[in-house]
């Protein structure tokens, strides 16, 4: 059965993904360090874990299987979930992929770089709209793939 994961600080998509699992029926997990509010639905299970740099990574790295999708921006997060053969995709709708994580993982080192440095000092583009959509639109495919093993 898929199962959802959701690194749940500071993510945008927390409650359409939520109506996207309901829909199919899925268990979520909405995992934060605190600041999320509890969800009555009993597919929902809100976790918290200590505070730390990667404790909701790790809790969900731990937990994930082959069939199940996480939703993240954390590039380090999606290659460990890659790694167990899971799903992974960014809240703009953007999936991470086998071939694509490595490349990801360097542009990241790269620009933390560059900001350190102070040769780069804004941050991504705001969220938007048409981000909001394309995940929307991505999530549903991704779920229906994973239904089908695929």
Not at 14 to 36: N, P, Q
Request: proline share 5%; hydrophobic share 40%.
């Amino acid at each position: 059965m898929v199962e959802i994961y959701v690194d749940a600080d500071a993510c945008p998509v927390k409650d359409e993904t939520v109506r996207v699992a309901m829909r199919h029926g899925l268990k979520t997990y909405l995992v934060s360090d605190g600041g999320i509010r509890p969800n009555q639905n009993p597919l929902v299970e809100v976790v918290f874990v200590a505070e730390g740099a990667d404790a909701a990574d790790d809790w969900i790295a731990e937990r994930i299987q082959d069939v199940d999708i996480c939703i993240t921006n954390d590039i380090p997060l999606a290659a460990r979930c890659l790694e167990r053969g899971a799903r992974a995709i960014k809240p703009t709708g953007e999936p991470y992929t086998q071939r694509g994580i490595g490349m990801a993982l360097a542009n990241r080192d790269l620009m933390q770089t560059l900001r350190e440095t102070g040769e780069v000092t804004g941050g991504p583009r705001p969220f938007g709209k048409s981000d909001r959509s394309a995940f929307l639109n991505r999530l549903e495919t991704m779920i229906q793939a994973a239904k089908r093993g695929k």
